[in-house]
């Protein structure tokens, strides 16, 4: 392992559910200690109810907002806020409001990242995805073959 610096838009991206995922440290990077992206999201994204078995998650909201779903209660989340997930807590979460979400998203250990990775592509910039992006008809299917191996489970 070695000392990791990053500057803005330097590191890998990728596009994955028609986000963008800025990779500031891979778990290889880190020795399988922590996973961190910048990621962003497009209003009215969702994801659905679901849980990691492997990692623990936090995000600390950089810009937007979002409703975020953690076991049984609901968070309303904007910019500044924090939430942090203990692996096997059932979560799901949608953009709110009418401007992208960014945040920094962190995983421990850190071999999360490498799922969307997989199941998305390389970013060919640091943007939203347009139709240079994955369709969701595409994309599905990658999720539901890919996530087992990495202890998501869709409830």
């Given at each position: 392992m070695s000392v990791v610096v990053r500057t803005a838009a330097e590191g890998a991206a990728t596009w994955a559910m028609g986000s963008l995922f800025e990779h500031l440290v891979s778990g290889e990077e880190s020795g399988g200690a922590l996973g961190v992206s910048v990621v962003t999201q497009p209003p009215g994204l969702a994801a659905p109810l679901h849980v990691h078995t492997h990692e623990a998650e936090a995000f600390y909201l950089l810009e937007g907002t979002m409703s975020y779903r953690a076991a049984?209660?609901?968070?309303?989340?904007?910019?500044?806020?924090?939430?942090?997930?203990?692996?096997?807590?059932?979560?799901?979460?949608?953009?709110?409001?009418?401007?992208p979400?960014?945040?920094?998203?962190?995983?421990?250990?850190?071999?999360?990242?490498?799922?969307?990775?997989?199941?998305?592509i390389p970013a060919t910039e640091h943007r939203l995805p347009g139709t240079d992006g994955q369709s969701m008809e595409v994309e599905i299917p990658r999720w539901n073959e890919v996530a087992p191996r990495y202890g998501l489970k869709v409830l």
């Open positions: 049984e209660e609901t968070y309303a989340l904007s910019a500044g806020s924090f939430i942090y997930l203990p692996a096997g807590i059932p979560h799901s979460f949608q953009i709110t409001g009418d401007v979400v960014k945040f920094l998203g962190l995983c421990v250990p850190g071999g999360l990242m490498k799922l969307y990775d997989e199941v998305g």
